[in-house]
Structures are given as C-alpha cells and as structure tokens.
C-alpha cells in the first residue's frame, strides 16, 4: 500500500524565518513520482513540484528547496526567508505505477507566517 | 491558458436531497479526476477518467455517487441521495495523462457542498 506522512500538523513561524516541513512516504513501486502542493486560504490546490524516483537532485526554485532522500523515503520542503503570503496548507502527494496515476495524499501541514 | 472550471462553488442542500457539479478540464488533458476533500484532510480520489473511459472508480460510494464524462471533455459529478457525511469540498483535477502518474495535475476551485 502506499501511504504519506506529514507529522507536523500545524507550524508557526516569524516573517524571514526558514522553515522546513518534512514528508515521509511508503511504496512498493521502483517508479513513483513525488509532488507538493500548496493550498491557500481560497482553496485551490496550486502545483509546486513533481520529481521522479530516479532523480534525487535537489531543487531550489527561488525561496523554496526540496530536499529528496530514497534512503530515508522523505522528501521535505523548506522555505527559506518565510513571508505572510507563503501561509497555507501544503500537501505532499504520492503516485505510482501500481495505482494508475491518482495522488495518494498526506494530511497537510499548517503553515502560519506571523509578520 | 483556462485553468480547470468548475461550478458551482457552493452549494447548501438537505440530506437525501441530489446535487450535482460540474467540471471543464484544462484544454488537451486526457485525464480527469475527481476529489474529495474534507476539512482538515488531504484530498482522497473519487472518479478517474482517461478520455471518456473509466480508470479507477474503488472509492467511489456507487450507491449514492456517479459520474460521467462524455466526449472526453466536461465531466458531472451527482450524489443522489447526500448524506450529512458528504459535506466536503469537491475537486476536479485534469492532466495530459494520467495513468503513470508522471504528470502533474492540475486543479480546479472546488466546489464547497454543505449538507444539512
């Protein structure tokens, strides 16, 4: 079965702040493909990033980094130099081979930035 | 480029009342996908389409919910009689193809349904 793990419910920081929101994932799959997505207040899921399982270059786009470890099944996302408009909820999302393609989601992480 | 529609955004109904949504991919995506959110939880799949066929339909409640997408384009989703359990919101996602996951999915505003 595949399965994805967002421990922090709920963080909080201070504007300019790094802060980095941790994701574990389970799968049988050798081929599975890693995303995160960013949900704010209004509600519509925006897309962030998708790696495949044979690339484990980390990624900075800009304030954001990915940091991608099949050793340790994680694949966590730091902002660095947090602002009020990065608080949201943000999802990390599994898919594989062996389930036709549809996300398998964690539960999301709260982030508030206070100014 | 549109991104993905869907209507309505609200929608207060009693139980064993029907509603439906509806959803327009974005242009050229094969895939479309049906979600369903509830508060303070990730999205769970509903209803995969590849073009006008069905994918995966395992979590779909077929005694209360159905859906359809004909022609391949515009997708409804009915939920026939609502349960006070269905209050969630409602999202539809599309991507050019979907069943090696290898592409990303985009999603639409959702639809916020509040049965009372």
């Known amino acids: 079965a595949q399965k994805v793990t967002q421990a922090q419910t709920e963080i909080s920081v201070v504007e300019k702040e790094d802060v980095t929101l941790d994701c574990v994932y389970e799968?049988?799959?050798?081929?599975?493909?890693l995303f995160w997505y960013k949900q704010p207040p209004s509600g519509e899921l925006v897309f962030l990033i998708r790696?495949?399982?044979?690339?484990?270059q980390n990624e900075i786009s800009g304030r954001y980094s990915w940091n991608f470890q099949k050793s340790t099944s994680s694949f966590n996302f730091t902002i660095t130099a947090s602002q009020v408009v990065d608080s949201a909820v943000y999802f990390c999302?599994?898919?594989?081979?062996?389930?036709?393609?549809?996300?398998?989601f964690g539960q999301g992480t709260t982030l508030q930035v206070k100014p | 480029e549109a991104g993905v529609a869907q209507s309505p955004r609200y929608k207060i109904i009693e139980k064993r009342q029907s509603v439906a949504f509806w959803c327009n991919p974005i242009?050229?995506?094969?895939?479309l996908y049906w979600y369903q959110q509830i508060l303070g939880q990730g999205p769970k799949l509903l209803i995969q389409f590849q073009n006008n066929g069905v994918v995966d339909d395992s979590q779909l409640p077929k005694d209360r919910f159905s859906a359809e997408r004909l022609k391949g384009v515009d997708s409804t989703l009915k939920i026939q009689p609502a349960k006070l359990e269905d209050s969630a919101v409602y999202l539809c996602a599309s991507s050019k193809s979907g069943e090696r996951g290898n592409y990303e999915q985009y999603f639409g505003p959702g639809t916020r349904l509040t049965v009372t």
């Open positions: 999302a599994l898919s594989g081979l062996s389930n036709t393609g549809k996300l398998i």
């Open positions: 799968t049988r799959d050798t081929t599975y493909y």
């Open positions: 242009s050229g995506h094969a895939t």
């Open positions: 790696r495949n399982s044979f690339d484990e």
